[in-house]
């Protein structure tokens, strides 16, 4: 993905979801049976005041976040997208927001 150069695209951190009656003990046949709908109503995207994520991309005109740090972003921040994780092959939520929506750096990544 190529982002606009202001641009940064943060990934959000696992739902925490109340817990659930149903198990669900083998995810292929789930998926099958009730559908990628039905799985991403039961794993919601993180709803709070202010969310937290981690920078995955940044273009190439941002000055003051780089991939891997922590951010805090404004509570209406950005345009929520689900990028499909390599590692799982499942949509994971991520937001593309504007460098001036990102509140503060929690955390610095260790590359920088």
Do not use: C, Y
């Amino acid at each position: 993905m190529r982002l606009r150069p202001d641009l940064v695209l943060v990934k959000l951190p696992p739902a925490k979801v109340k817990p659930r009656v149903e198990i669900i003990a083998n995810l292929d046949t789930f998926l099958s049976q009730k559908g990628i709908e039905e799985f991403q109503r039961l794993v919601k995207v993180p709803t709070v005041e202010q969310p937290v994520g981690t920078v995955v991309q940044v273009g190439r005109q941002t000055h003051d976040v780089w991939p891997g740090d922590v951010v805090l972003l404004e509570p209406e921040a950005g345009q929520p997208v689900d990028i499909i994780e390599e590692r799982t092959g499942l949509p994971w939520p991520h937001l593309i927001v504007r460098e001036r929506d990102i509140s503060a750096v929690i955390e610095r990544s260790a590359s920088v």
